[in-house]
């Protein structure tokens, strides 16, 4: 046994702070940079203004969405974390990418000082969803890396489909929240 | 057939199943009651959730899918232990019985090396038994490549 040395307690990054938004998926919180995020919006507002699109390769994607002159791609929080299918109420339009997600509720607002790099045991997709993990009121909770919902070469697939293939999904995604497209447990 | 050579130092027995294993005490930190295990959504296989000590988040060890033991003991501590990568230094904590032990053996290094698993770092003779020494940082790099090599499977 050993005295735990202070350079092994370092945080990834001191004395910067960070706004993030708590958001929760699946009664899962999550953190996402403040900054990442451009919009949000019910999910009621933008129905009119998506449509469906299908590529079975990226079945996380159900719909996209127009926003001015662009498209933005709807990934499912549920499907993209693989947890349990959950009504999404919201949807988090990210800057500065053609990225969009649906989630089930804002929490709040936080201030983290530390983001702790995720630990080198892990290896699977999670060292791209995440940024790091911080530590609110004594739970870890993963801070997302935005570009982490679709690689380049997934929007790239999602970009070749024909956009005369998609349809107006009018108001499916309102009726339809309890067909969301997550895992079932 | 390699000529084992001995060295004397410091290492932790612990119980795992029906079996025994050790580590350099070196390498271990310190054994703690088993505390909150928190989750979040990740595919890493062998890891059943993270631990929150001295500031530090560190990943909890499936010990059935690290060390391949169908027998999983009954965890009553964590042992909380460091492995090298390189220059970095990480932690992660293994659940055990909590009847550890601090021994100091002559170490049998290379028994077999044609058929020595890569993460077993040589052996202690302790009375009729042999216990296995445990590199955990090859141990953790071989479970992380063949995680890998599974998903790389799965997915093609």
Not at chain 2, 33 to 60: A, D, E, M, Y
Request: aromatic share 6%; hydrophobic share 45%.
């Amino acid at each position: 046994m050993k005295i735990v040395s202070s350079e092994l307690q370092l945080p990834a990054r001191r004395g910067r702070t960070e706004a993030v938004i708590l958001f929760v998926v699946a009664w899962q919180t999550f953190a996402i940079a403040a900054s990442a995020i451009d919009e949000i919006r019910s999910t009621d507002s933008f129905s009119l203004t998506a449509s469906e699109i299908t590529l079975k390769s990226v079945s996380k994607v159900k719909h996209r969405l127009r926003r001015g002159a662009k498209w933005y791609y709807v990934v499912n929080a549920c499907a993209h974390f693989e947890l349990p299918v959950s009504p999404p109420t919201l949807v988090l339009v990210l800057r500065n990418s053609r990225i969009a997600v649906l989630v089930d509720q804002i929490d709040r607002i936080e201030t983290i000082s530390r983001l702790m790099v995720i630990p080198r045991c892990f290896s699977g997709p999670e060292l791209l969803w995440y940024r790091g993990l911080t530590l609110i009121d004594g739970n870890v909770i993963p801070v997302v890396n935005p570009s982490g919902f679709l690689t380049e070469n997934e929007i790239m697939q999602l970009d070749v489909l024909d956009s005369s293939a998609s349809v107006p999904v009018q108001s499916e995604i309102t009726s339809r929240r309890s067909d969301t497209h997550g895992v079932s447990p | 057939m390699n000529a084992p050579t001995t060295k004397l130092k410091s290492y932790i027995i612990v119980p795992f199943g029906n079996s025994r294993v050790s580590f350099a005490a070196h390498s271990v930190i310190e054994l703690i009651s088993l505390g909150k295990l928190q989750k979040f959504p990740h595919r890493t296989s062998w890891i059943s959730g993270v631990i929150v000590r001295r500031n530090r988040v560190i990943p909890v060890c499936d010990v059935v899918g690290l060390l391949g033991e169908t027998n999983a003991p009954v965890c009553r501590f964590y042992l909380v232990a460091e492995w090298e990568e390189g220059s970095t230094r990480d932690w992660c904590a293994i659940p055990v019985a909590g009847e550890c032990e601090l021994t100091n053996a002559e170490a049998i290094m290379h028994i077999d090396a044609d058929n020595q698993k890569p993460h077993i770092a040589g052996f202690l003779q302790v009375g009729d038994e042999r216990i296995q020494i445990l590199d955990l940082a090859k141990l953790i790099k071989a479970r992380r490549m063949q995680h890998e090599a599974n998903v790389a499977e799965a997915s093609s």
